[in-house]
């Protein structure tokens, strides 16, 4: 049977030279969110989370932004060894 486990972990946006410090994701009311000016401040650093955390087994499930920070919640099968 497989289970799930979950991990949150928080992410802060570094400082980008050319970005001046501006928010690159950009969320409405409806908490939508949308990347603004890849092209001037590049999204390397967030790959690389992505990649290294795939590597380890873990699914990004759901991601929000809040001031400068990026919550990620993953997930991870589980095998317990018994099949339903």
Partial sequence: MTQWE???TVHEFPEFPQ?????????DQTGQCFVHDTSRVGLGWLETIFSERGKEGW????SGYHHRELLCIWKKRRETGKES
Avoid at 19 to 27: A, F, L, Q, R, T
Avoid at 59 to 62: C, D, F, M, N
């Fill in 59 to 62: 699914e990004l499930v759901q």
């Fill in 19 to 27: 970005g001046g410090g501006e928010k690159i994701i950009k969320c």
């Fill in 6 to 8: 979950y991990e949150i």
